[in-house]
């Protein structure tokens, strides 16, 4: 639509000009990452394609595992494959991607 550049560079001017409810994103982890930051603190709500590496694609393997907060401030990993592979970005703890939560005792 006429701009060059990354989809992040862009994003808050879209947000701020348009009525903008609802962001659809797929692509890389960054990215999606990122889209979630620009949306904390608004109303818009970010729904996105997660990209985590999927072995079975069927909820057996746990390659696919996203720390996701849960409504009473736990997390929980949840499988990509079957749990999503569409999430609500405001709840992936994008910081913890990657990293295995401390157990709780
Ligand atoms: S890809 Fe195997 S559990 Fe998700």
Redesign the pocket.
Known sequence: MGERGRVTQTLPDIIGDRNIDVIYSCGPMAMLAAITEITSGTDVIHQCAVEES???????????VLPVKNQDGSTSML????DGPVMDGSDVQWDMVGHLPEASL
């Open positions: 999927m072995a079975c694609g069927i909820g057996i393997c746990m390659t696919c499988r990509s494959c079957i």
